[in-house]
Every structure is written in structure tokens, then in C-alpha cells.
């Protein structure tokens, strides 16, 4: 082998760690909120409800994954004009483009042949989800505030699949404060689009949105994320709260806490501070990571206060 041909081969991308970029694990924290109602209901949850909640979370991220794959091989042109974007495997060439149809197969069969270890209502969950992900990347995604809708309820179906596999009822209280908060998300995501858009000038390649739009998207994520706030408080006073909390009360310190963290986002957001999705930004940020443990300690602590 000549020297040349060595620089070659040493300079080529690895194909295994390109895979696994494709698939993006990081994202796979979302999922979750799978387990969430076996953590969220009444008394304490049985080695058999967590394994169901556990294997329900692989699957989701297995399927989540496909999609993922099949999002970057239906959005290859547009992700290589993205300022960041382009450095996806597929738009990079780091991954040939081949290889997206097999490695998509192989996640689709092993996310759905894990399913079936659980209950059918969880099955049929799942395949509502990859068809909506599906639709998301081909047509959703393209279309003015439907992509947010369908991102916001997309994180709240995992939590009712969730409640599928474990046959644990979702309260109302539930949905409502994930729709709203995810909505914020959702608007914050599309605003920092829009102001990397700006830079460039026009209309978000491949969104239903212009730079016009900045101001009313500005508007509406941090009323949504208010409200699922204020969602919260009111189920702290409810009979729901009572039933699944020694100490109701304590919950009170998780508002302020919801407030401060929502709000930070937009900030960041807004000082062009974060430059991708305000999810995969929160997983990597400290200050997410302390307002998280907060609230853990508190629902905790509400949980096991004496009554």
C-alpha cells in the first residue's frame, strides 16, 4: 500500500461509530418518559411493572431510531445546506447512503419484535408512533404549527404507551401538563431554526415557517411552557394529588423551580446561546440537571412524607 493510499484509509470515517450517530442514542433520554407512569403511580412499583416499563423503553428507542434513519435519507439535501446539519452522517458522506434502507430494517424488526413480549394495546401503540414519525418526516414537518402539535403529542403518546405496557391508567392532569410543555419545546426548537434562518435570510428549508414569524413563535412557546406550569399547580390542589402523595404540599417547591428552567430556555434561545434541540440541549446543560434533581427530591419527598 503506498503512502498515499495509507493517508486514505487513515483519514476515512469509522462506519460503526457513523452508525451509531445516525441512530442518535443521546435522543434516546426522551424515551423515558415511557417509564414514567410506573414511576408517577400510587405505591411502589413491582420488579415485573419496571421490566415491562424498561423493555417498552428499548422498543421505543429502537423505533425512534428508524425513524431517525429514515429522516435523514428523505432530508440529505436540505440537512447539507443546515449549519449544523450537514455534519449528519448521511449529508456528511460519512455514511454511504446505501447502507440507510438495511440499517433502518434491522431497527424497525428489532424495536417491533421486542413489542410483542408485551401486551397488543402497547404493540398497537407503537406502530401509531412509527407511522406518525413516518408522516412527520415526509409531510408534518413541513406544514405551519401542525409540526408542533405533532411533536408535543408524539412525547405525550410515549407516556401513554408507557401506560399501555404496564396497564397503568394516565391521568388527565398528566397529558395536559406533557402537551403544554412539549408545545414549549417544540416552538422553541422551530424559534432557534428560524434565528440561524436569519443569517442566510427567507424561509427555513424544508418548514413551513419565514423569519417573519419569529416574533409570534417567541410568543406562544413560553405561554405554553406558563401553562403547563400552571397545569401543575392546579393538580397539586386536586383529589388526584391526595391519592398518589402523602404530602401534596411539598410539591409546591417544584413550580418555581418549573418557571425558572422554562424560562431559561428562552433565554438561552433567545441570546442565540443554544443552537439545537432545547431537549438534547437540557440533557448536556448542568443547571437542567440540578432543576431536575430538585424536582426529583421533592416529588420524592412528597411521596414518602408521613402523613
Not at 53 to 73: E, K, P, R, T
Not at 253 to 261: C, D, K, R
Amino acid at each position: 500500500m503506498s503512502k498515499m493510499q495509507e493517508l486514505a484509509v487513515a483519514a476515512s470515517p469509522s462506519r460503526l461509530k457513523a452508525i451509531v450517530k445516525v441512530m442518535r442514542p443521546h435522543q434516546w433520554a426522551k424515551n423515558a418518559l415511557v417509564v414514567l407512569p410506573v414511576l408517577l403511580a400510587p405505591g411502589r412499583p413491582s420488579p415485573g411493572l419496571i421490566g415491562a416499563a424498561a423493555l417498552a423503553a428499548i422498543s421505543f428507542s429502537l423505533c425512534a431510531s428508524a425513524g431517525y434513519v429514515f429522516n435523514d435519507l428523505l432530508d440529505v439535501e436540505a440537512d447539507r445546506a443546515h449549519q449544523t446539519k450537514r455534519l449528519r452522517p448521511f449529508a456528511s458522506g460519512d455514511l454511504p447512503l446505501a447502507w440507510g434502507p438495511p440499517a433502518f430494517m434491522v431497527l424497525f424488526l428489532a424495536s417491533f419484535g421486542l413489542a410483542l413480549a408485551l401486551p397488543r394495546s402497547f404493540l398497537a401503540m407503537l406502530a401509531v408512533y412509527f407511522a406518525a414519525t413516518l408522516t412527520y418526516s415526509s409531510v408534518l414537518k413541513s406544514k405551519l404549527l401542525l409540526d408542533v402539535v405533532v411533536l408535543a403529542w408524539l412525547y405525550t403518546h410515549r407516556i401513554l404507551a408507557g401506560g399501555m405496557a404496564t396497564g397503568i391508567q394516565i391521568s388527565a392532569w398528566l397529558l395536559a401538563f406533557s402537551m403544554f410543555l412539549f408545545s414549549s419545546l417544540a416552538f422553541a426548537k422551530r424559534y432557534i431554526e428560524l434565528r440561524q434562518s436569519m443569517t442566510i435570510g427567507g424561509q427555513i428549508k424544508s418548514r413551513g415557517y419565514h423569519v417573519q414569524d419569529l416574533e409570534m413563535v417567541a410568543s406562544m412557546g413560553p405561554t405554553a411552557g406558563y401553562i403547563a406550569v400552571l397545569v401543575f399547580c392546579l393538580y397539586v390542589d386536586s383529589k388526584a394529588a391526595t391519592e398518589t402523595y402523602h404530602a401534596p404540599t411539598l410539591l409546591w417547591f417544584v413550580a418555581p423551580v418549573l418557571l425558572y428552567w422554562i424560562s431559561r430556555i428562552w433565554f438561552l434561545a433567545h441570546r442565540g446561546q443554544m443552537q439545537d434541540d432545547p431537549v438534547k440541549f437540557a440533557l448536556t446543560d448542568r443547571m437542567s440537571w440540578l432543576c431536575g434533581l430538585f424536582v426529583g427530591v421533592a416529588a420524592l419527598s412528597a411521596r414518602i412524607w408521613p402523613r
